[in-house]
């Protein structure tokens, strides 16, 4: 089983923005599952929208990578994979009704996102982008 997932990476100061959902003790990198036939950047703009009331350029979208990774919590077998832009963003950052909370996070925090995300920090401290 295969869980299709679109993130979007946002680093500012060497910290990446994570959101926890209502309901849920996790943070998650900011993003979601595919609607239908949509295409990558389009469920990303989408999922944003939803989720941090702000709207994503999608002509400034960049794929920084996909990672997959099984996981706690996931019904056995099933992989998520995560593919991860970055993108820029008019209006102003605020959890919508479905976010519980937004955080920024430093590479200290990478045991409090699941297994795929953690997969996305190691990479961006590797970079040197996240501290």
């Given amino acids: 089983m295969l869980i299709d997932t679109v993130a979007w990476v946002r ?8 959101a926890r959902p209502r309901g849920k003790d996790v943070f998650y990198i900011p993003g979601g599952k595919r609607e239908g036939a949509e295409k990558d950047v389009e469920t990303l703009v989408r999922e944003i929208e939803e989720e941090l009331t702000v709207a994503l350029d999608p ?4 794929h920084v990578g ?5 996981g706690p919590g996931l019904p056995d077998g099933a992989v998520v994979r995560m593919a991860c832009y970055t ?4 209006g102003e950052l605020a959890p ?3 976010i519980e909370e937004m955080s920024w996070f430093s590479y200290a925090d990478r045991d409090r996102v ?3 995300d953690q997969l ?3 990479d961006l401290r590797d970079a040197g982008e996240l501290r």
Avoid: H, Q
């Fill in 66 to 70: 996909t990672y997959e990774a099984g």
């Fill in 87 to 90: 993108a820029s963003y008019e």
């Fill in 11 to 18: 680093v500012v100061d060497g910290r990446i923005l994570c």
């Fill in 96 to 98: 919508s009704s479905e």
């Fill in 114 to 116: 699941p297994p795929v």
């Fill in 120 to 122: 996305l920090f190691d």
């Fill in 59 to 62: 002509g400034t979208a960049r």
